[in-house]
Structures are given as structure tokens and as C-alpha cells.
């Protein structure tokens, strides 16, 4: 009796999107915004050095708490469009890619930086951390011999990683990424499915304000189950499966032009409403007084409607206005993942040594910006040029190369981060 093979059960299970006849050559839009999203993601790590609530690795000795309320304005539907364009992209991918070169090349694309970030970009995090804390003093050189020791006793306090002191810290996106990514496949017989392409149908033919409804009344559920910060995990997945699902949906996207204007102004309404409660109540809530049950879901409900609308706002706007290819675009869409692995580091870093010239607040955070704008590109145009360094950073080869050089080249990656895998997964 003879067995079917893995690639012929493959070949049975409905992997591929069932529009994929209707894939256009690229999205520029989502290119732009992809880049805008990880600027402001740069400049939101800047804000955090200076906020004075919220949490961060280390801080400068001006803090201000109005500037909460400047970030709040993005930090809603920031991280949201991130995983809706990672959803439309797996899109893409899967309509050219067999199931598991999807997951093999994933994994070599998310992992490998993963890996060289938790090894080589972040532990310089971890020590301007623990200096500012005043647990260490210190050299860098001999910081980093105790970090790569797994028998040194520096990190008694500092256990919370993948490994022992080894975490992911600002590069949690790659390992959630690569989880989501694994997760979908497991998902995408019944996302595929006539069943689901039905749903979007029905939907796409009702009016718009049902659908966001839906969306923010899912949102908010997810965010009453999940009442801590691990809500970003579910909140990812839930957005990167949604930009899975409308892809290149034609009425989805058209729906979403004509409804710049009250999207535009409903996120006015929803951010003045929650910019309110939060100044009038949350922020009492840092100084140990309880939230009032009431104010509490009002205002979780009005941060869900936040994450939805800004989304559709931004996507919509991108659509509208930011449709054209350039030469910039494709550099800096290339630079995104350099920049993204790099600057925390170089923002922790720049920042602690700026902070003790006491230059006041404003020329600081500008210094500062600045320095981190510029060492981010120095570094991608160094590492763009220095064909070893291109995978580790996120970028493809630019080189030719014989087949089986290329097969090698696998082979070593594969070995490279199976040991992260294992930790990973058990």
C-alpha cells in the first residue's frame, strides 16, 4: 500500500489565495507607508527616552509628561498598520512561493537578523540599562565577556530573554512575525477557503460603518481578555490576519477612498476623546489611584475604535496620495530593516552619554534625532556594500552565484538559527 507524499498533500490543500489572478505588480502605496511607519517608529523610540510614565530601557533627565500625549496621537494604529502591510504581504509571497519555501525562506529572512540582534545589536540596550540602573560599572569590553559567560553572575536580576539575558527587546516584532507567520500557514486552508471568500463578499456589500464596527467590537474583545501588555501579541496577529485577508480586495480599497473625509473626521473625534480621559484619569492611575470600572471601558473602547479607524485613515490616505515609484522609495524601502535592527540601540546609546552634558531638552532630543537619523544611514550604506553582512541585516544578495553556492548559503543559515528555533518553539 502506497502513501501520499508530503508534497502531494500539499499540492491538495488550498495554500495559494484564490485571487491571485487579480494580484497587481506591487503596492506602492503600502511601500511608502511602510517606510512612514518605521520613521515614526524611530521617533517614537526617541519620545520614549523622554516620557515621563512610561517604562524604557533607560532615560533622559528631561521627562515630560505632556509628551505622552503627542505619541498617543500615533501609538493607536502605529504598530496595527505595521502587521496589516506584514498580512498583505505574506499575500503576495504565498501567490509566488510554494507553501514551504514560504516557510523556509521566512525563516531564514525573520530569524537570521533575529538572531544577530539578540547577539550583537541589543546587548549595548542591556548595558546602558544596567549602568543607568546602577548595577554595573563597567566597561562595554567587559560587559560583553560577561554577556557571552553563561556562568557569569552580572544578570541575577536580569534573567527575563529567549536565553537567560538574552532578549529580544525592541526586535519582539521578527519573533512575533515569524510565530504569526507559522501560525497563518496552519490558517490558510479555511482563510482560502469559499466559505471566508464569501464573508468578504457579503461585507464588501454592506455599508462601511458595519464593518469598522465589527473590527473595533473584535478589537475591544481582545483587549478585555488580554488586560496587560501581552495584548499586543493577539492584537498583531488579529490585524496581520485582517491584511491578509483584504490584500488587494478591489471593493475594500474603493470603499476605503471615499471615506477619507469621515474617517478623517471621526479619528479627530476619537483622539480628542481619549487624549481627554487619559489626561484626566490615566494618568492619576500612575500615581496608584484605581481607574473607575466605567472609565476604564469607555476608554479601552475608544482606543480600540482608535486602532481601526486610524488604520483605515492611513491606508486610505496612502492610497489616495502615495501611488508613485520612485528611486527614493526603493532605497528607502530597503534601508527599513537596517534601520529597524539599528536604531534603539543607537537611541539608548547617544542618549544616555547626551543626557549628562545637561544641553537642556530641546537641543538634546534634536542632538539626538539627529544621531540617530545619521548613524542609521552610515551603518546601511556600509552594510549594503559588504555582501556577508546584507542577510544578517534583513537584505537579499546582490551577487550571482552557482546553484550550489546559493544551496550552501542555505545550509549555513538553516544551521545558524536552528538553535534559535528550538528555543523558539519548546
Not at 523622554?50 to 533627565?61: D, E, M, P
Not at 482563510?191 to 464588501?204: D, F, R
Not at 471615499?258 to 483622539?271: E, G, H, M
Amino acid at each position: 500500500m502506497s502513501y501520499p507524499s508530503i508534497k502531494d498533500v500539499i499540492k491538495k490543500v488550498n495554500f495559494r489565495p484564490q485571487d491571485h489572478s487579480q494580484m497587481p505588480q506591487r503596492r506602492y502605496d503600502l511601500d511608502w507607508l511602510r517606510v512612514i511607519l518605521f520613521s515614526l517608529l524611530i521617533i517614537h523610540h526617541v519620545g520614549m527616552f523622554y516620557v515621563l510614565n512610561w517604562g524604557f530601557h533607560a532615560k533622559s533627565q528631561y521627562r515630560y509628561e505632556w509628551l505622552e500625549s503627542v505619541l498617543l496621537v500615533v501609538e493607536p494604529w502605529r504598530m496595527p498598520a505595521i502587521w496589516f502591510i506584514s498580512g498583505v504581504a505574506i499575500r503576495f509571497i504565498l501567490i509566488k512561493v510554494t507553501i514551504l519555501s514560504f516557510i523556509s525562506l521566512r525563516s531564514l529572512r525573520l530569524l537570521l537578523p533575529l538572531a544577530f540582534g539578540i547577539f550583537i545589536v541589543v546587548p549595548p540596550q542591556l548595558y546602558i540599562e544596567m549602568t543607568a540602573n546602577g548595577d554595573i560599572v563597567m566597561d562595554f569590553w567587559r560587559f560583553m565577556q560577561a554577556f557571552y559567560d553563561p556562568q557569569s553572575t552580572l544578570f541575577e536580576q536580569y534573567q527575563a530573554g529567549i536565553w537567560p539575558h538574552i532578549d529580544v527587546n525592541h526586535l519582539w516584532y521578527l519573533r512575533s512575525l515569524w510565530y504569526y507567520s507559522l501560525t497563518l500557514v496552519f490558517l490558510l486552508p479555511a482563510l482560502n477557503s469559499n466559505i471566508i471568500e464569501g464573508l468578504k463578499s457579503w461585507l464588501a456589500s454592506r455599508h462601511g460603518f458595519w464593518t469598522v464596527l465589527c473590527l473595533i467590537v473584535c478589537v475591544f474583545a481582545v483587549q478585555i481578555i488580554w488586560r496587560n501588555d501581552e495584548t499586543r501579541y493577539p492584537i498583531g496577529f488579529l490585524f496581520l490576519m485582517l491584511g491578509y485577508l483584504v490584500g488587494w480586495h478591489t471593493v475594500f480599497w474603493q470603499k476605503l477612498l471615499t471615506a477619507i473625509r469621515p474617517l478623517c473626521a471621526s479619528f479627530i473625534v476619537l483622539c480628542i476623546c481619549f487624549l481627554i480621559v487619559y489626561n484626566l484619569y490615566y494618568l492619576d492611575m500612575y500615581k496608584g489611584i484605581e481607574l473607575p470600572h466605567l472609565i476604564e471601558a469607555i476608554s479601552l473602547f475608544t482606543y480600540s475604535a482608535l486602532r481601526i479607524v486610524g488604520l483605515f485613515l492611513v491606508l486610505a490616505l496612502s492610497h489616495r496620495f502615495l501611488t508613485k515609484k520612485t528611486q527614493k522609495l526603493a532605497y528607502f524601502n530597503e534601508a527599513v530593516y537596517p534601520f529597524y535592527l539599528l536604531h534603539q540601540s543607537i537611541i539608548l546609546v547617544a542618549g544616555y552619554y547626551l543626557t549628562q552634558l545637561s544641553l537642556g531638552a530641546v537641543f538634546e532630543s534634536l542632538i539626538l534625532l539627529f544621531i540617530t537619523t545619521a548613524m542609521c544611514f552610515l551603518l546601511f550604506e556600509l552594510i549594503k556594500r559588504i555582501e556577508l553582512l546584507r542577510p544578517f541585516f534583513g537584505l537579499k544578495m546582490q551577487g550571482s552565484y552557482p546553484s550550489w553556492s546559493v544551496s550552501l548559503g542555505y545550509i549555513i543559515g538553516g544551521l545558524l538559527i536552528s538553535p534559535l528555533i528550538y528555543q523558539l518553539i519548546f
